[in-house]
């Protein structure tokens, strides 16, 4: 055996803890003042939200009646929602290529090193914003008030989320790009239109096609309540079925969503698997 | 010499990304059949397009200059909104740790694992506004339903980032923790909470941001905040109104994804 002491046989230094601690007194008192800073905003909500909690009272007995009625599902009111529900993928996929189409400008335009002064790039910034700052249902409320309700104000509410979602992407991409290839196509005495599409569109196409299959996913799933303001979908139907509490069809309805959402997310996973 | 010269071509052209040409022209083939199927099927009313764009151009005409008169009622939408967004996020939050634990394969039981990734799967396909229309259906038109939607959504949402999270944390903390003897809870305070608070923390604050975006949308099925005042206002073509609570809107929202990036920031 050796002869050496064990650390607890020493003198205990002096001012060292002889318990440990994980934060100082003043981590603590940080963390006890967001901790009350929390519990202050959660408070502020809830109280100003005038809940009536005598809802929460029988809330259990209403769902367990919305399943009942909600059960079997109508299945023969199958075949009327499947040209609704190609229409909602047509929505999904019409607007996301038109946002392609919108989305390069706007990249270009929103990013530092391809901008051309600070007037477009605050241009291009402000698009970003506003396109993706609206949600695509109020975009959908103020394309159905301009075209009318359809599947076209759909595509239109589609696209103009969509524009800001996939061109910040490309604009961050734009501003990594490499700058050695820009040098190169320029030297040749290329013009600026070429040496976007020869240096730069190349560098970025595997993040804007990444982004906009991401997006077309994202814009399925929100092409399914965009009937809901009138533009057009399978929301049309579910809102319908729910206002005449036909219960057993919108469960139809809602198992069908389900199927198309996990489909896309599927198909969009792999899609984007395969590229990057 | 000379002969090798000629066979190279005159015209560099870049590569293409679907490596034949023949490919490219099949994927264009596709991509306007497919436009010429959708287009045919939607039964787009040309006409009726032709017409709206004079009206649009009236309508936006009409949008210019916003009408902030009532900042009262802006206001006070807005401020739901905003309550709704902050108690949702709280609720989200708390309701989140035991859906996260259970949907952590290296935490959980096997049966309970799957049963929490398939609540998981199927909360997750339905867009806020539809589960909104439950709640509104179960609570009545008003803030409730509202709140209640945007903290089942931010549950199901956070408790999966959390769940990924534990997943990927290091073993070796639990396991030395587990070694002194330590009970479930003690493990999960000491060795996983660690781990995961600076990423959790993070993921909850870019929660608060979408729920800020969502609270917005989620009044027009009924279920309070701002957007009830906007539906009502576009049903009563009060358009100068309407674009100032969209201008609202895209101020708010811009300010709160700056504060998330900035708050996200300073965690790291």
């Not at chain 1, 019409?94 to 002064?117: E, Q």
């Not at chain 1, 600026?192 to 299959?213: D, E, K, M, N, R």
Request: net charge positive; with cysteine.
């Amino acid at each position: 055996m050796t002869a050496h002491p064990l650390p607890q046989d020493r003198a205990p230094m002096r001012g060292y803890p002889d318990h440990w601690e994980r934060y100082s007194l003043r981590e603590r008192i940080v963390q006890w003042i967001w901790l009350g800073g929390i519990a202050i905003a959660a408070a502020w909500s809830v109280s100003a939200l005038d809940i009536e909690w005598a809802f929460f009272a029988d809330a259990h007995e209403q769902a367990a009646d919305l399943i009942a009625r909600m059960w079997p599902p109508r299945w023969s009111y199958l075949p009327r929602i499947v040209q609704p529900l190609i229409e909602t993928l047509h929505i999904a996929t019409l607007g996301t290529m038109i946002a392609i189409v919108f989305a390069l400008p706007v990249a270009f335009l929103a990013a530092r090193n391809t901008t051309y002064n600070q007037a477009t790039w605050l241009l291009g910034r402000a698009m970003l914003v506003l396109s993706r700052s609206i949600n695509t249902v109020i975009w959908g409320l103020v394309f159905v008030a301009i075209f009318g309700p359809g599947p076209v104000a759909g595509i239109c509410a589609v696209a103009a989320r969509s524009v800001g979602f996939i061109a910040k992407l490309v604009a961050e991409a734009i501003e990594e790009v490499d700058a050695g290839q820009i040098e190169a196509v320029e030297s040749t005495g290329a013009s600026t239109l070429q040496v976007y599409g020869v240096a730069i569109l190349p560098q970025i196409l595997p993040v804007l096609i990444g982004t906009s299959i991401y997006r077309w996913d994202i814009n399925v799933r929100e092409s399914s309540v965009l009937g809901f303001v009138g533009a057009g979908g399978i929301g049309l139907l579910l809102y319908a079925s729910i206002n005449q509490f036909a219960w057993s069809q919108a469960i139809v309805i809602l198992i069908a969503i389900l199927g198309i959402v996990i489909i896309s997310e599927a198909l969009s996973a792999y899609v984007r698997s395969r590229i990057v | 010499m000379t002969t090798a010269a000629a066979s190279y071509p005159s015209r560099w052209r870049a590569p293409s990304i679907f490596g034949s040409p023949g490919r490219r022209l099949a994927f264009w083939a596709l991509v306007c059949a497919y436009l010429v199927w959708s287009l045919s099927t939607l039964n787009v009313d040309t006409a009726r397009i032709l017409a709206g764009l004079p009206r649009a151009w009236t309508i936006l005409a009409r949008m210019v200059p916003p009408d902030f008169g009532r900042w009262e009622l802006l206001l006070t939408g807005m401020v739901e909104s905003v309550q709704i967004a902050i108690a949702a996020t709280i609720i989200g939050a708390v309701l989140s740790i035991p859906i996260g634990i259970a949907a952590a394969a290296n935490l959980s039981p096997r049966p309970l694992y799957l049963a929490a990734r398939a609540f998981i799967v199927t909360g997750r396909t339905f867009h806020e506004v539809i589960i909104a229309i439950f709640f509104v259906k179960l609570f009545g038109f008003g803030p409730v339903a509202g709140l209640l939607t945007l903290a089942f959504s931010s549950a199901i949402f956070l408790g999966k980032m959390l769940a990924e999270d534990i997943e990927n944390m290091k073993p070796g903390p639990v396991e030395a923790i587990r070694a002194t003897g330590a009970s479930f809870g003690q493990t999960f305070f000491y060795a996983v909470v660690p781990q995961v608070l600076v990423k959790t923390l993070g993921v909850l604050i870019y929660r608060l941001d979408s729920n800020l975006r969502h609270s917005t949308v989620i009044g027009i099925v009924g279920a309070g905040g701002i957007g009830q005042t906007l539906s009502a206002s576009f049903s009563r073509y009060d358009f100068d109104f309407a674009s100032a609570i969209l201008l609202t809107i895209a101020a708010m929202v811009a300010f709160g994804e700056w504060f998330s990036d900035w708050a996200r920031r300073r965690l790291r």
